[in-house]
């Protein structure tokens, strides 16, 4: 089970820490992943772990002002997000695969989102 939590209301420019509380086994589980749904669209990529943190991958968009982490005991990942701009406006979702992670359908389970709204 994945629990999102950390959105919220900010303004251009401002920072915010997105955290993915995993708890049950991690039976299979090969890496956990940020998607991000703007209205209207499909979820897209924003930055994915391996369980055991070793390697982080980030789409174009965001490289150099999210950053993904997650501590190789603990089961919690967490999103930092910078430099945030009106088009960060999305609901933020954390998902766990025991696959690929670049599209959403690659994915086995989901949080349930968390609203990041940034305001100009």
Known sequence: QLQACGGGLVQT???????CIASGRAFG?????????HPG???????????????KT???SN???????????????DLQLNSLNAEDTAVYYCAA??????????YDYWGQGT???VSS
């Open 13 to 19: 420019g401002d920072s915010l820490r997105l955290s």
């Open 29 to 37: 589980i090969v890496a956990v992943g940020w998607l991000r749904q």
């Open 41 to 55: 669209k499909e979820r897209d990529f924003v930055a994915a772990i391996t369980w055991d943190g070793g390697k």
């Open 58 to 60: 980030y789409a174009d």
């Open 63 to 77: 490289k150099g002002r999210f950053t993904i982490s997650k501590d190789k005991d603990k089961t919690t990942v």
């Open 97 to 106: 695969t025991g696959g690929s992670y670049y599209y959403a359908a690659e």
């Open 115 to 117: 609203q990041v709204t």
